[in-house]
Each structure stands twice: as structure tokens, then as C-alpha cells.
Nanobody, 117 residues
Framework: QVQLVESGGGLVQPGGSLRLSCAASRNIFSTYTMGWYRQAPGKERELVATMFSGGTTKYADSVKGRFTISRDNAKNTVYLQMNSLKPEDTAVYYC???????????WGQGTQVTVSS
């Protein structure tokens, strides 16, 4: 069973940057689509960034141009670089891995990001 562990959340001022990390317990990137989701209080969980196994990326309109998803295959780690942060980016951020079979879906524990002055 694959496990995902996130880190890197915290408190940052508007306009600041944070980098989230998601470490996988084994190398899955060649077959899994990796995604970063977020959930703000009282709102549904939303997908903000995706990296497909071939390396193609996709972003929600709300973060396009500010967030970048990347991965380090040697470290089995996916990153989310977040720049120009806004208060509305405040949420718990979750890493997700989706394998080629629908039941092969795994979530990290989440990491809190708070953007506030």
C-alpha cells in the first residue's frame, strides 16, 4: 500500500511563497497521476494542480501562473510551489495519487496553509 506524507505548510503573508512536499513510500510516478487538492472551511475539496505520469501538468484557473507542480523521481517526491499567495488560498492542502485502476487511489494526511497578515 502506497503512503503519501505531506509537509511544508504554514503561515505566510499575502504575496509570499511556500513550497509543499509530498513524499511517496515508493516510486509510483511512472504509473500514477499526482494531484494537489485543497479544502477551505465550509467549502468542497477542489483540485488545484495535476501532474500526469508523462509529465504533463494542469492547473485550476484560480492558481494558474502562481502555482507550479513538479516532481523529483529520485526522491519519490512531488512538490507544489506556491507564489503570490492570497488570503483565499488559505486551506488544508492534500496530495493525491491515482493509479491506473480506479481503486488505486491514495491521499496524504493534509497540511494547513494560512495566508494572512
Amino acid at each position: 500500500q502506497v503512503q503519501l506524507v505531506e509537509s511544508g505548510g504554514g503561515l505566510v503573508q499575502p504575496g509570499g511563497s511556500l513550497r509543499l512536499s509530498c513524499a511517496a513510500s515508493r516510486n509510483i510516478f511512472s504509473t500514477y497521476t499526482m494531484g494537489w487538492y485543497r479544502q477551505a472551511p465550509g467549502k468542497e475539496r477542489e483540485l488545484v494542480a495535476t501532474m500526469f505520469s508523462g509529465g504533463t501538468t494542469k492547473y485550476a484557473d484560480s492558481v494558474k501562473g502562481r502555482f507550479t507542480i513538479s516532481r523529483d523521481n529520485a526522491k519519490n517526491t512531488v512538490y507544489l510551489q506556491m507564489n503570490s499567495l492570497k488570503p483565499e488560498d488559505t486551506a488544508v492542502y492534500y496530495c493525491n495519487g491515482q493509479g491506473p485502476i480506479s481503486s488505486w487511489r491514495v491521499w496524504g494526511q493534509g497540511t494547513q496553509v494560512t495566508v494572512s497578515s
